[in-house]
């Protein structure tokens, strides 16, 4: 091909929009995620269970939320991931869709319905995309669940992975402790290049050495997306409760970005003083 050629077929190529922030009309895809590990973008990732926080997210541009189980913790007030169920999580996962415009919306599977089998998984993904619009699904665990993830990559149903501290095996854990250290490490890498070679087209890392997480995101072509696990992966999430200081206490890895809980409790304890001095609702926010 000539030089002329070259170019003229270089500009008729669309570039590639940034995933962070991008105005692109029409939702993030696999292939909008592909293209920022290709491009070596790092980019955002956040939780979140209704339509009204999804929305604030989405004009922010975060391109990517995750209808988390943690749900079982913040919204359901358990202790763990574990009692969370399918019909919990199916209408917020729809809230968020519906309070979304471009954001990449990922529902996690629960614990219980995917392990039995890569029949009962794809049965669970399929009742989150068809009754909640979710647009991928998340699972945990490596080479156990690879048939899964293959099973759910050919019926056409993106896959997110989920290593390291993966909370609904926290009793196996023996707690919320650092997974992958030593030769755990080299178990963690299998486990993520099983992962990747059944399909799943990114895989959280969590709760594991900085150093490990580095290694992994080098190792694969598939995004990482770190929570407790260095800077090197290729994204990041955090459970906005934690990130906005909602969550009374929050793990080693959270940076609070803004204190939410302590202007809700002004805001409330400014209403409850009104209304007990009887000085609100004044006139300003009456009918005549």
């Not at 997110?160 to 196996?172: C, F, I, K, N, Y």
């Not at 963690?188 to 995101?217: M, N, Q, R, Y």
Request: charged share 20%; with cysteine; hydrophobic share 45%.
């Amino acid at each position: 091909m000539s030089s002329a050629a070259m170019q003229s077929s270089s500009k008729s190529e669309p570039q590639s929009e940034a995933l962070y922030g991008g105005k692109k009309p029409g939702r993030v895809t696999v292939r909008d995620i592909a293209a920022a590990k290709a491009h070596g973008e790092k980019w955002p990732m956040l939780t979140t269970y209704d339509a009204l926080t999804a929305g604030i997210f989405d004009e922010a541009g975060i391109p990517v939320l995750l209808v988390g189980d943690s749900a079982g913790n913040v919204v359901f007030g358990y202790d763990t991931t574990i009692p969370v169920t399918i019909d919990d999580l199916i209408p917020l996962t729809a809230a968020v869709v519906r309070g979304t415009k471009r954001a990449m919306v990922v529902a996690d599977l629960p614990f219980g319905s995917y392990q039995v089998s890569p029949v009962e998984a794809l049965h669970a993904a399929i009742r989150f995309m068809k009754e909640a619009g979710a647009h991928a699904v998340k699972l945990e665990g490596g080479l156990r669940v690879a048939h899964q993830v293959e099973e759910l990559a050919a019926a056409g149903i993106p896959v997110m992975g989920h290593l390291g501290l993966t909370p609904q095996s926290v009793h196996a854990f023996g707690g919320f402790r650092v997974q992958g250290r030593g030769e755990a490490g080299d178990r963690l890498l299998h486990d993520a290049k099983a992962l990747e070679a059944a399909g799943a087209f990114s895989v959280v890392l969590e709760g594991i050495p900085a150093s490990l997480a580095g290694k992994i995101t080098e190792s694969l072509r598939i995004p990482t997306i770190g929570i407790g696990a260095g800077a090197d992966c290729d994204a990041q999430v955090l459970v906005w409760q934690d990130m906005a200081g909602l969550s009374p206490r929050s793990p080693k890895f959270v940076k609070r970005y803004a204190e939410v809980a302590n202007v809700l409790r002004d805001a409330a304890n400014e209403f409850a003083a009104e209304v007990a001095a009887g000085t609100f609702p004044s006139e300003e926010y009456s009918y005549r």
